[in-house]
């Protein structure tokens, strides 16, 4: 499917904010409701636009901590932890990487102990690496047209 300029407004106004009106969406970029509506079906179907979802913040809901640990498995324990992984209520995104390590994930803790815990979990698999998040300095940035 080609992505036009009028494809890439409709998605910029749904990553803004996907609960807004067709009709809103189209008075923004200049088409009726119904070309709106077709035209982000067209981009469901086709697999661009992946689904629609509620971000909920973990330290409002009383996580603690949120942290990125990388893993660099042992020979043969890849594909156990890879199974493994998609089990861990803590982990909000994993990764499979290139480089030294072989897993980077975000994570969140009640506390210092959960995150031992999850440690202590972590490290049949192989070795790790936790980095505690301070702050969020660049959050859900919008994907852009390709220049």
């Given at each position: 499917?080609?992505?036009?300029?009028?494809?890439?407004?409709?998605?910029?106004?749904?990553q803004?904010?996907a609960r807004?009106?067709?009709?809103?969406?189209?008075?923004?970029?200049?088409?009726?409701?119904?070309?709106?509506?077709?035209?982000?079906?067209k981009?469901?179907?086709?697999?661009?636009?992946?689904?629609?979802?509620?971000?909920?913040?973990?330290?409002?809901?009383?996580?603690?901590?949120?942290a990125?640990?990388?893993?660099?498995?042992?020979?043969?324990?890849?594909?156990?932890?890879?199974?493994?992984?998609?089990?861990?209520?803590?982990?909000?995104?994993?990764?499979?990487?290139?480089?030294?390590e072989?897993?980077?994930?975000?994570?969140?803790?009640?506390n210092?102990k959960?995150?031992?815990s999850?440690?202590d979990?972590?490290?049949?698999?192989?070795?790790?690496?936790?980095?505690?998040?301070?702050?969020?300095?660049?959050?859900?940035?919008?994907v852009?047209p390709?220049?």
């Open positions: 499917m080609i992505i036009d300029s009028l494809n890439w407004k409709i998605l910029k106004c749904l803004e904010n807004q009106s067709n009709v809103a969406i189209g008075k923004r970029v200049g088409i009726s409701s119904p070309a709106v509506s077709e035209r982000i079906k981009m469901e179907d086709a697999g661009i636009i992946q689904g629609y979802k509620t971000s909920v913040s973990p330290l409002d809901v009383g996580y603690q901590l949120k990125l640990i990388t893993l660099r498995a042992f020979m043969g324990m890849l594909k156990p932890f890879l199974e493994k992984v998609k089990t861990y209520d803590e982990v909000l995104n994993c990764y499979r990487i290139t480089g030294n072989n897993i980077v994930m975000e994570v969140v803790f009640k210092q959960h995150l031992e999850f440690i979990q972590l490290i049949v698999y192989g070795e790790t690496k936790t980095q505690i998040v301070l702050s969020h300095v660049v959050k859900y940035n919008e852009k390709l220049k």
